[in-house]
């Protein structure tokens, strides 16, 4: 009977081991980024997407940028990106049209309120992206970043065109 208890704590503690050691073989070994993304005249690109694709073999990282075009990055839900040579995409939707007025409180107040925005603009507003298209693809960009424990705040320029 004793011998019968004393297994059951054995088998949980290895149990435990091996789950502790396949979670650590999946996790990507990150240092914390946080970045600024600018325009080449100094000006921050706010509310953009960036997206840190890796020249070889780890994880994508990506972030987000504030109105003075900071970031931070992530890997999946790890803080932070893996060292090594990266193409930076980004991309940014158009502002949507300025509302003014009361906010809508039923979803016919919602149709009337857009229906006149859109009469406004002569049809419905365009999700353009004013960042230049060379920028928006893995394979166009031009902008490049290392990451690593020396350069792991950089000051990435984005060229009007």
């Known amino acids: 009977m004793t011998k019968h208890y004393l297994s059951r704590p054995l088998t949980l503690a290895v149990a435990l081991l091996f789950a502790g050691m396949a979670g650590c073989t999946n996790a990507p070994s990150t240092i914390p980024v946080e970045g600024q993304l600018v325009w080449d005249d100094g000006k921050p690109v706010g509310a953009a997407n960036v997206r840190f694709v890796p020249a070889s073999g780890s994880n994508e990282a990506a972030g987000y940028t504030d109105k003075d075009g900071n970031f931070k990055l992530l890997t999946g839900a790890f803080v932070g990106a893996v060292p090594g040579e990266y193409k ?52 166009t960009t031009t902008l490049t970043c290392k990451i690593d424990s020396s350069n792991n705040k950089p000051k990435l320029e984005l060229k009007h065109q």
């Open 88 to 139: 930076v995409v980004v991309t940014k939707t158009a502002a949507t049209p300025k509302v003014e007025g009361e906010a809508p409180k039923t979803p016919e107040e919602m149709q009337k309120m857009m229906k006149g925005v859109f009469e406004k603009s002569k049809g419905a507003p365009k999700a353009e992206n004013p960042i230049p298209a060379i920028y928006t693809s893995e394979k």
